[in-house]
């Protein structure tokens, strides 16, 4: 079990930019794969981006695609969700979330909400106009 830690929400003008940090304890996360997720009023929570357990594979939803970015720093027990040209549609909570995988699952990434096992408390955005 690993207890994550978001980080770095806020109130930002359309157009600018966040970066949410995901803080882990309990275990190295260099033995999960870890995505991000997002979660609005009334709204089923929805996948953001995802990256793989060495870092060398990420995907993203196509409504962020080209705006966000996933990385992980090890070292730093860290992954990063670095978010530029923010729309309002991008406000909701984010969530950190980590699924515990077997060597080989290096590179492999997980979108759905059921794969992953341990989620952080969140950390609201608002995007406003």
């Known amino acids: 079990q690993v207890q994550l830690v978001e980080s770095g929400g806020g109130l930002v003008q359309a157009g600018g930019s966040l970066r949410l940090s995901c803080a882990a304890s309990?275990?190295?996360?260099?033995?999960?794969?870890m995505g991000w997720f997002r979660q609005s009023p009334g709204k089923e929570r929805e996948f953001v981006a995802a990256i793989s357990r060495i870092g060398g594979t990420t995907r993203y939803a196509d409504s962020v695609k080209g705006r966000f970015t996933v990385s992980r720093d090890n070292a730093k027990n860290t992954v990063y969700l670095q978010m530029n040209s923010l729309k309002p549609e991008d406000t909701a909570a984010y969530y950190c979330?980590?699924?515990?995988?077997?060597?080989?699952?290096?590179?492999?990434?997980?979108?759905?909400?059921?794969?992953?096992?341990?989620w952080g408390q969140g950390t609201q955005v608002s995007v406003s106009l």
């Open positions: 979330a980590a699924r515990e995988s077997p060597t080989y699952y290096g590179a492999t990434v997980f979108i759905r909400e059921f794969d992953y096992g341990d």
């Open positions: 309990g275990r190295t996360l260099n033995s999960y794969s």
